[in-house]
């Protein structure tokens, strides 16, 4: 059973940087998509990037591509975002999800992701 854990949170000025971690465990021989969503205040959840365990193919929201990056340390087993450029709109709870199905079809559609973590909060405000 896959086990993601989010961390990396925090309070940032707008224009500043962050990055999230998101360590999976549990996961058995072979591959899978590892994405990151956000749920902002009084919105739905919405998929920000994903990335493929196999061959890292990546694919972003449009609107976020640029300022977020999503990687990977596959020895470590760890997920990241790094957010850069902050505005107070990307106050956040930020969650990392698996897709076992996805390792080459690669989706930010949270109705895909079977597998979640349990967020990390993430406050952009001077």
């Known amino acids: 059973q896959l086990q993601l854990a989010e961390s990396g949170g925090g309070l940032v000025q707008p224009g500043g940087s962050l990055t999230l971690s998101c360590a999976v465990s549990g996961a058995t021989s072979g591959h899978y998509a590892l994405g990151w969503f956000r749920q902002r205040p009084g919105k739905e959840r919405e998929g920000v990037a994903s990335?493929?365990?196999?061959?890292?193919?990546?694919l972003y929201h449009n609107a976020l591509r640029g300022r977020f990056a999503i990687s990977r340390d596959a020895a470590k087993n760890t997920v990241y975002l790094q957010m850069k450029y902050l505005r107070s709109e990307d106050t956040a709870v930020y969650y990392c999800?698996?897709?076992?199905?996805?390792?080459?079809?690669?989706?930010?559609?949270?109705?895909?992701?079977?597998?979640w973590g349990q967020g990390t909060r993430v406050t952009v405000s001077s």
């Open positions: 999800a698996a897709d076992p199905d996805g390792s080459t079809w690669l989706t930010i559609a949270r109705s895909e992701y079977d597998f």
């Open positions: 990335i493929s365990t196999y061959d890292n193919r990546t």
